[in-house]
């Protein structure tokens, strides 16, 4: 029986299945961050617990370390209790912890993928909704709650129950300055946040083969907004040339082995999906989300709906029937584990290179690792950041999630490249707009959301 790749590595990972039950389910890497994890290593001590396979899980700080220059001493006191517990726990536990100044700090959706962990055919958890980020490589890849990390700590398992599956193809050609982001929250805006719910999606199509592993990431990474359980692309030559003489990939006659298995990682002919959706995208104009949800979005040369939802209107404060472009902003933030890799950068800085940050416009620049900071610095990105009036600070969640202490001020209103623009997400009354970096750049040499095709 023909199946897609969803099924394929589902049933590989089976341990148990009964009519009527969740299956058990196995998990072959976990990710570790210091806010989902405190209770459940509490668990293991109280019940007496060791560690399933400890070798299995990698832990960083990013949701709430601080950005700043010295970050150490910045953290405030509520941060820094969590920071110094998760260093207690992987001590005592035996995790690896990737920590800041170890050249391997960073949100954990961008260092594993950069350290080789992230591989095909296999699953990996973490508490942080996200997750969905390494489903790029063909892994199946899906958040988890506080009480299941404790789960998969003690026995490497989940009770999970069999997902739908969903089949995603862009259709048309990419235009000039639409990108990857541009194409995830075309879908979101679609087919609704909750479009995709029970489901888990394989992106499928030439657009999609032609992007890089970077780009694929930002796609995976938007699944949960439309309510996916996960999101993924069957692995390819980019993926392998990616992965090849990463720290933690295969070396020698097991990299051949792998690339062996890698390759029978994808949909038969004829395989059957639970629902198929076609997204149009030529032609197509960079996205903006005017409202307060992914999926409330529309292209920057369009207007809000006219029958937009009344609470969202009035919570960030414009009209149905508005253009967005033209849009004022205070703050402009190009980070996350959406769009925080060297990529992203780059593509920012040829916006900023030449130009000024507008007057007034607070402008954070947050590489998504250690890494990734030390190769944007080797490039010179951070002059070209700094030169026109924007902050470059160091690796971590920041100013997507209002957890640590970049924050945007109630009433601000803020061009962002994170995943979410709910109520209060930057900030108490704080206003998101989504977008990509380029668009974000846009905004921040303008002072307004504004269409970056004017600017080339």
Request: contains cysteine; glycine residues 10%; neutral net charge.
């Amino acid at each position: 029986m023909a199946r897609n790749i969803i099924q394929k590595i589902w049933d590989e990972h089976v341990v148990v299945s009964k009519d009527g039950f969740p299956d058990v389910f196995a998990i072959d890497l976990h990710l570790i961050h210091e806010v989902t994890s405190p209770q459940a290593f509490e668990m293991l001590r109280e019940k007496g617990l060791r560690f399933h396979v400890s070798g299995r899980a990698v832990a960083t700080i990013d949701h709430n370390v601080s950005t700043a220059v010295n970050r150490k001493i910045a953290t405030d006191v509520g941060s820094q209790k969590q920071i110094t517990a998760l260093r207690g726990n992987c001590a005592e536990f035996g995790v690896k912890l990737m920590d800041m100044d170890s050249g391997r700090q960073g949100i954990v959706h961008v260092i594993g993928p950069e350290l080789g962990l992230t591989q095909p055919g296999i699953t990996v958890v973490c508490g942080d909704s996200h997750t969905s980020t390494h489903g790029a490589f063909g892994a199946l890849a899906f958040g988890i709650g506080t009480t299941e990390v404790g789960h998969v700590m003690a026995t490497g398992c989940l009770l999970q129950e069999k997902p739908k599956t969903m089949k995603v193809n862009f259709v048309g050609r990419m235009g000039e300055c639409v990108t990857a982001k541009d194409l995830i929250l075309k879908l979101i805006s679609q087919i609704g946040v909750s479009g995709a719910r029970g489901y888990v999606i394989e992106y499928c199509g030439e657009v999609v083969r032609a992007m890089s592993m970077d780009e694929r990431m930002t796609i995976c990474n938007m699944s949960i907004e439309c309510g996916a359980r996960a999101g993924l692309i069957a692995p390819d030559s980019v993926t392998f040339e990616y992965m090849m003489g990463r720290e933690c990939a295969p070396v020698g006659e097991k990299w051949n082995e792998a690339v062996k298995y890698w390759k029978s990682l994808r949909s038969d002919d004829g395989a059957e999906y639970d629902r198929v959706v076609d997204v149009e995208i030529d032609g197509m104009a960079p996205m903006v989300t005017w409202g307060f949800n992914p999926g409330q979005g529309i292209e920057v040369t369009g207007s809000i709906p006219k029958d937009a939802d009344a609470q969202a209107l009035d919570y960030v404060r414009l009209k149905a029937g508005q253009a967005i472009e033209g849009v004022t902003v205070d703050y402009v933030f190009i980070g996350s584990c959406t769009n925080a890799r060297l990529s992203d950068l780059r593509a920012a800085a040829e916006i900023f290179k030449n130009r000024k940050v507008a007057k007034g416009v607070i402008v954070y620049i947050v590489p998504g690792s250690e890494d990734v900071m030390k190769q944007a610095k080797s490039e010179g990105l951070d002059q070209i950041f700094e030169g026109a009036g924007a902050l470059f600070r160091n690796p971590g969640c920041s100013m997507c999630l209002a957890m640590n202490e970049d924050k945007v001020p109630e009433g601000k209103r803020c061009a962002s490249t994170s995943n979410r623009n709910f109520v209060g997400r930057q900030g108490k009354g704080a206003i998101t707009h989504l977008m990509s970096p380029i668009m974000a750049a846009a905004a921040a040499v303008t002072g307004k959301i504004t269409d970056v095709r004017k600017l080339l």
